[in-house]
């Protein structure tokens, strides 16, 4: 067999092709990461550790623009000792006791202890929050999610029934006096 410059240099072109093809098909993985191994919140509200405490999918659903909003998540203690966790929310100081081992769940919670008076941006955005354990603190992005959504409309804060006045409350009638 005789090997020619012609032969050597078509064998050589083609390794060359190949090589490239190679490069070309696998490049993107080597010189970017994979989006498989980034951690990142695969949820509408965020994700954040504050001490022994776990704050998983935290938001507000609200319509925004100075209307009040209901607090989402869970927080869980990690620890074996209860925690008091506050947060300072549109004018709302919130706070719970999580027992060692246990999580708040604020979907569940009474709208009373989650309420946030004023959520003074539109939905879409965040509102600015402080978190607390006691020992630390975290400022917060908390995102707004609108309250119109139907997978939200739900968790709307209702407006509180103001109290009636005595009268109408034992349900006494009262007379009018004559002019």
Do not use: H
């Not at 390794?15 to 970017?32: D, E, F, R």
């Not at 549109?90 to 309420?115: C, F, M, R």
């Not at 965040?126 to 978190?131: D, L």
């Not at 400022?139 to 968790?155: A, I, S, T």
């Amino acid at each position: 067999m005789i090997f020619t410059t012609r032969n050597r240099t078509r064998n050589a072109a083609a390794a060359g092709v190949i090589a490239l093809s190679l490069l070309g098909a696998t490049g993107c993985s080597a010189v970017n990461d994979q989006a498989t191994t980034m951690q990142y919140s695969p949820s509408d509200g965020i994700v954040q550790d504050l001490g022994d405490l776990q704050l998983r999918n935290i938001l507000v659903v609200s319509d925004g623009d100075g209307e009040p909003g209901r607090l989402m998540g869970t927080v869980v203690n990690d620890s074996s000792d209860p925690i008091n966790f506050e947060l300072s929310i549109g004018g709302s100081e919130l706070s719970w006791n999580i027992p060692g081992g246990g999580k708040v769940v604020y979907d569940d919670a009474p709208q009373s202890e989650v309420l946030v008076e004023a959520v003074s941006v539109v939905p879409g955005t965040g509102i600015r929050a402080e978190a607390t354990d006691g020992s630390e603190s975290a400022e917060l992005n908390v995102p707004v999610v609108d309250g119109q959504v139907p997978y939200y409309r739900d968790y709307l804060p209702t407006p509180q029934p103001t109290p009636a006045s005595s009268d109408e409350a034992t349900g006494e009638a009262t007379e009018t006096p004559a002019p």
